[in-house]
């Protein structure tokens, strides 16, 4: 689940389905109705716009700008592996980042400039193995920090490629950054 960037009170969580409770989890009310038969793996609230919601499940990817009245399936241009993680940019809720699981070679982190209705690939030089988190770095060149299964990577608009951000850190899986 994730606390609301705008409302510290308001919760958003998911399950098979997204729900909010607007009472530090008190209560809670559904957001959506997916298929019940797939677990969300990845849920993220736009910073600049809580109403705008993206999530995944194994197969979809979906977003709402509209605090669920209406779900957008937007998985065309994402492989068919699991996304693992979104980042939303703190300034723009159209701009976002997923990264994936899995091992296909050069499908590990993708970006949408358009909340989704296209993604280019920015997976680089990244290792062929599962991306598991991903994180936006405020105040920089839109900065995203990694985790994969050998450790921290990151990346910006200044550089070509994705630099190891591993000082002191061993070749470990690294399953959540903050």
Not at 135 to 142: A, R
């Amino acid at each position: 689940f994730v606390i609301d960037p705008q409302d510290p009170q308001t919760l958003v969580a998911g399950f098979s389905n997204v729900f909010r409770s607007n009472d530090r989890g008190d209560s809670w009310y559904p957001l959506s109705s997916f298929p019940a038969d797939e677990t969300l793996r990845a849920l993220a609230v736009a910073p600049s716009d809580n109403a705008v919601i993206y999530c995944a499940n194994p197969s979809t990817f979906y977003r709402t700008q509209n605090d669920g009245d209406i779900w957008e399936d937007v998985t065309d241009g994402l492989p068919d592996n699991r996304v693992a993680a979104i980042a939303v940019d703190p300034d723009d809720a159209a701009h976002l980042f997923v990264c994936v699981g899995g091992f296909t070679d050069g499908a590990k982190v993708y970006e949408s400039a358009d909340a989704g209705d296209s993604w280019t690939n920015i997976s680089g030089n990244l290792p062929n193995v599962p991306v598991n988190s991903i994180v936006y770095q405020t105040g920089t060149e839109d900065g995203l920090y990694v985790g994969t299964d050998l450790g921290v990577f990151y990346t910006d608009n200044t550089y070509s490629n994705w630099q190891p951000f591993t000082t002191g850190l061993p070749l470990v899986q690294v399953m959540e950054l903050e």
